[in-house]
């Protein structure tokens, strides 16, 4: 699988072991990683996955530790 090509919400709902209808009520929520819909048809960036990742880490509970931020 190439980066430049779009997923579908399988792959990240397999990625996080959480169900397909939980990325479901993120995106109504406007929550989750950026999502692009074409064609009635919900597709997700790699690079939208994994920024999504990088600013769900934590230094502490109370903390954010963005790896993004770091590497500036």
């Known amino acids: 699988m190439t980066a430049s090509k779009d997923l579908t919400q399988t792959h990240p709902a397999d990625r996080w072991q959480v169900a397909?209808?939980?990325l479901e009520?993120?995106?109504s929520e406007g929550i989750g990683?950026?999502?692009m819909k074409m064609?009635?048809?919900v597709r997700y960036?790699?690079?939208d996955i994994t920024d999504f990742e990088e600013d769900a880490l934590r230094a502490g509970t109370s903390e954010?530790?963005?790896a993004r931020?770091?590497?500036r």
């Open 64 to 66: 954010r530790a963005s």
């Open 45 to 47: 960036r790699l690079s």
């Open 33 to 35: 990683p950026l999502f």
């Open 20 to 22: 397909e209808s939980t």
């Open 39 to 41: 064609m009635g048809r």
């Open 25 to 27: 009520c993120w995106r």
């Open 69 to 71: 931020r770091d590497r």
